[in-house]
């Protein structure tokens, strides 16, 4: 990819917009950037700099997220609404082409970084109500005020606050995210081979949860969690470069795989509840370090058939009005609103999923479920918003101590 039109080249070193950013080491990669630690030798801080690839239709996509971005910061002076800060942009040419590239403020590692550093075991559940009230402040923020739609959240695209002071090198002090404990080997902030690596262990262990009907129990780690604690979980959004305005849709496929709502499968139709339902299986996955969907292609049926069928699984089946009434439902529904290939489902809810699966304790698994399903609902606008989430009494409750879900169940065990 680094040839005409794709990436460019950066050693480290390399000066930026006439010598104000100096690059100093990659933090990640996409499919249409590298992304890369550099110096502000202006205001002195370290900044995070996005470098698109070249080619025209790269330099488009660019264009549209420093358009998105631009409206974010100007609706957002004091930047509280916990999206990432767009703080300058230019062009860069060089010998692969001429260059789009964004300085956004510099963010840790991100949510699926912090699930592999919490080795697949849930977070405790304080944690992931804290993780949830910045992703809907900024979900509310983006639909209810700008009228923008992410199309695509997942953990990946949900980065921790590095709580470092900006003006010191993160990464030569240490500090980058300073309380997640790096595995053998691992290298800062992904988009490393490493993480591929991970991520590519991670699907393949991601078959072995519930979400498979080949096996409904196992894939279970008894390794003890990490020590997360008194850390504050602050986070915020990136990557905007899929987000659209909800009166502009461009992209009728939209959203990562497993994170992607019935309708979108169905081309139903979509709005602002598309991103509701990826939140909702992104915090299934912080509770209980599993992915909550993870299709497969298997023998007669494609992966969206599979896909359907998980969901109908985990929530029950899905009223026939809405299973037929998408551009795609007959490829894979009936008239009587039935899977064509896929005949018999194997039904277990939610909360006895969380239970038997996962050991919460049968209160923790209740109030946890009324704050999730809702969410979850096969009629795009009978989900909860934003707004209408953050006024939800679960997201005040506090867990007595300090573990994680699974560990909690043991100690009443013990006691
Ligand atoms: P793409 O649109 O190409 O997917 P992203 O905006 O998602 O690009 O960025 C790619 C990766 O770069 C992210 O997954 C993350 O690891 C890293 N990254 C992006 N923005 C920042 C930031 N502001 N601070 C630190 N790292 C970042
Ligand atoms: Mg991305």
């Known amino acids: 990819s680094y040839r005409k039109g794709g990436y460019h080249a950066v050693r480290i070193g390399d000066p930026f917009a006439s010598g104000r950013y100096i690059a100093q080491r990659k933090l990640g990669w996409g499919q249409f950037s590298t992304v890369w630690l550099a110096y502000d ?12 690839k070249s080619a025209q239709q790269f330099a488009q996509a660019a264009l549209h997220e420093i358009d998105v971005l631009c409206s974010i910061a100007d609706g957002d002076p004091s930047n509280s609404k916990c999206v990432v800060r767009l703080i300058d942009h230019f062009k860069h040419t060089g010998p ?27 977070l405790e559940l304080n944690k992931v109500r804290e993780i949830c009230k910045c992703v809907l402040i900024a979900l509310d923020y983006l639909h209810r005020e700008l009228g923008i739609i992410h199309t695509d959240l997942k953990p990946e695209n949900i980065l921790l606050l590095s709580t470092i002071d900006p003006s010191r090198d993160p990464i030569k002090s240490g500090l980058l995210t300073p309380i997640l404990e790096r595995p053998e080997g691992g290298t800062l902030n992904g988009g490393s081979a490493y993480i591929e690596k991970k991520m590519k262990r991670r699907a393949k262990r991601a ?36 987000a659209c305005w909800a009166d502009k849709r461009f992209a009728e496929e939209i959203q990562t795989r497993q994170y992607r709502a019935p309708e979108v499968i169905l081309l139903s139709g979509y709005t602002f509840s598309v991103d509701m339902w990826s939140f909702a299986c992104i915090v299934f996955e912080l509770a209980t370090g599993d992915m909550m969907f993870a299709p497969k292609t298997g023998e007669g049926f494609s992966e969206d058939e599979d896909h359907l069928a998980l969901m109908m699984e985990l929530l029950g089946k899905m009223p026939r009005k809405i299973a037929v009434g998408g551009a795609r439902s007959k490829d894979f529904f009936d008239r009587h609103g039935d899977l064509k290939r896929i005949r018999r489902l194997k039904y277990l809810p939610l909360d006895r999923l969380l239970v038997n699966k996962y050991k919460f304790a049968e209160t923790d698994a209740r109030e946890f479920m009324e704050f999730l399903s809702p969410l979850l609902d096969f009629a795009p606008e009978k989900r909860p918003t934003a707004l209408q989430c953050l ?11 300090g573990q994680s879900n699974v560990d909690a169940g043991m100690n009443k065990l013990k006691i």
């Not at 260059?99 to 912090?114: K, R, W």
């Not at 096996?215 to 390794?223: E, L, P």
């Open 96 to 122: 692969n082409g001429q260059h789009l590239c964004m300085v956004l403020e510099f963010l840790g590692d991100s949510l699926l970084q912090l699930i592999r550093f919490n080795r697949y075991k849930g």
């Open 207 to 242: 078959v072995a949860t519930i979400s498979s009907r080949r096996d409904s129990m196992g894939g279970q780690s008894s390794k003890p969690p990490r020590c997360l604690d008194g850390i504050d979980m602050r986070c915020k959004v990136v990557d905007f470069g899929n």
């Open 41 to 52: 030798t202006h205001s002195a801080k370290y900044v995070a700099l996005k470098i698109q």
């Open 391 to 401: 006024q939800h009494p679960w997201l005040n409750l506090r867990s007595s101590d």
